[in-house]
């Protein structure tokens, strides 16, 4: 079919009578693109977007005209010594499109959910609320935390019942998230709107001059993709083409928002990027204002580093600043370089009420030594043919374990994206995320300097493009337990859900 967004297919009208047009029902063809259903997908290949892939072209071709929407910031109430948050996940609906009620499921609201903040120190208990049809679980993503505080597989509530993760705060500042992680059913409960940021402050976070005013200077954006129907419902295709691709759609969504933009200060804008798609990798890029990385998934970099492009898979965080001390008046665009898609329009207002910086060096990182390694392991990402997708030639099996890891022993675990075994020009897109702690990236692709910026701190998600392997530097310490299990898994959404993942204990 063919695919469009639905601003390109009201080529030479204002954006404002695209949506009219599309709310009455009157647009062509049986989605919001011209086909309500995903074609082939395709591969986001290391340098370009290869054809077949459903590319989200909307902003490319039209203003940015809706605010963009900022999740509330939910800083807990302090309890005993513990502070408490409560979440309830609920189904609801979504206004996308001017008065078309889209149904979505969200945390605490209809369509995503709060961002958590956290402090490192302090217990936490993290209470969630299972309101939805069917049951759920809720991964504290990037999270330092006990296997059984996990929100895995394993620990699944039912409707009507609710979960509580409580441990302590031992990581350094970063941005994490929360999303399900039910087995055979992470993509869909994902695609409907299940998710959201956890921020975690430390007092070195603390005392650097960043940009620290939620939503105002230190903006969320969770990036998504999204397939609307012709009745403006969600599309998910179940199909094969769909689980061996993963799932892409032709929509962008920030924060829940299509075609935004953000008013703010003419000083440094710090945005905390979460690539939330099941399946799409983006390279970002600041079109109009240079871009300097402060941040991956799981710590500062030890310095700045002024970036053309960041390239994200699903699941990845990073946190760049954007200098606008000279913009006042102007526009920043935000845009994805694989689809060419516009991503987030900043309009530069205002004077900075605050005068925030970016310094010269933000961290110390404990350096990445291969020879204090004990053990090696390799997990070989793997396509055993239609629907079966495997790690070293086993689909998942929540009742087997597949590594006994040693409590606070440093390995090294290599991850290859086999593949069929036909290389680049034959496979597909995975990554690699391990669940419990997090890693430094040694090598890709057998050279330490093929490590990118943004790959350069702690780590829990690693791309692998066709034919690519990695060396980790990994070592899980605070919490063993030989009975709950630990994932490892490719985070592509709907390979995880077709058997690309493993367990393994700490013990």
């Known amino acids: 079919m063919q695919r469009r967004n639905f601003l390109l297919a009201a080529t030479g009208l204002s954006s404002l009578t695209a949506i ?25 290949r290391e340098r370009s977007a ?11 071709a039209g203003a940015f005209f809706n605010p963009l929407k900022i999740p509330p910031e939910l800083r807990g109430e302090m309890h005993g010594g513990v502070r408490r948050y409560d979440m309830m996940l609920k189904t609801g609906t979504s206004e996308f499109f001017p008065g ?133 419902q969600f599309a998910y295709p179940r199909n ?16 829940g928002t299509i075609a935004p933009y953000h008013e703010v200060e003419a000083g440094w804008v710090r945005l905390r990027l979460l690539n939330a798609s099941n399946a799409r990798v983006y390279r970002f890029f600041a079109e109009g204002a240079p ?15 002024e970036m053309k492009e960041i390239l994200l898979s699903p699941a990845e965080r990073a946190e760049v600043m954007l200098d606008l001390r000279q913009l006042k008046g102007k526009r920043v665009v935000l845009r994805d370089r694989e689809s060419g898609a516009g991503v987030l329009e900043l ?17 110390r990182l404990e350096r990445a030594d291969a020879a204090q390694a004990k053990k090696r392991r390799r997990f070989d990402l793997q396509v055993g043919g239609p629907g079966r997708l495997l790690i070293n030639d086993k689909k998942m099996d929540p009742k087997r374990i597949d590594e006994r890891v040693p409590l606070d022993q440093t390995e090294i ?23 419990g702690g997090h890693f430094r990236i040694l090598t890709r692709n057998g050279r330490a300097q093929s490590v990118r910026p943004w790959e350069r701190g702690d780590k829990d998600t690693v791309f ?38 493993g367990q393994f204990v700490v013990v």
């Open 464 to 501: 692998l493009a066709p034919g690519d392997r990695v060396q980790l530097l990994v070592r899980h310490r605070d919490y063993r337990d030989p009975k709950v299990p630990f994932m490892y898994h490719c985070h592509v959404l709907e390979h995880e859900d077709a058997g690309m993942m």
């Open 100 to 232: 078309v009620k889209t149904v979505t499921w969200g945390v605490n609201g209809p369509y995503l959910g709060p961002t958590i903040r956290l402090k490192r120190g302090e217990e936490v208990a993290l209470r969630w609320h299972n309101r939805l049809p069917e049951s759920t679980t809720m991964h504290g993503h990037g999270m330092h935390l006990p296997a059984a505080m996990d929100g895995n597989v394993h620990q699944t509530f039912a409707p009507g019942t609710s979960w509580t993760a409580r441990y302590k705060v031992d990581q350094r500042a970063c941005t994490n998230w929360y999303h399900p992680h039910t087995y055979n059913r992470t993509a869909e409960q994902v695609m409907l709107g299940l998710g959201g940021l956890i921020y975690i402050d430390d007092e070195e976070s603390e005392k650097l001059p960043l940009p620290k005013r939620y939503g105002i200077d230190d903006i969320p954006v969770v990036v998504q993709d999204r397939l609307f129907t012709r009745n403006g």
């Open 20 to 44: 009219a047009l599309f709310a009455r029902g009157m647009m062509g063809g049986s989605g919001m693109m011209g086909g309500g259903m995903m074609g082939s997908g395709g591969n986001v």
């Open 291 to 305: 871009m300097h990385l402060i941040a991956g998934d799981n710590s500062f970099l030890e310095a700045p580093i």
């Open 413 to 435: 675990w290599e991850v290859r994206n086999v593949g069929m075994g036909m290389g680049r020009m034959m496979g597909m897109n995975h990554n690699f995320h391990m669940h």
């Open 240 to 255: 094969m083409m769909t689980v061996m691709h993963g799932f892409e759609g032709d929509t962008l969504l920030v924060n």
């Open 347 to 363: 309009r530069v207002r205002r004077d900075a009420a605050v005068q925030s910086r970016l310094p010269r060096r933000l961290t």
């Open 50 to 60: 290869l054809g077949g892939s459903s590319k989200p072209s909307g902003q490319a």
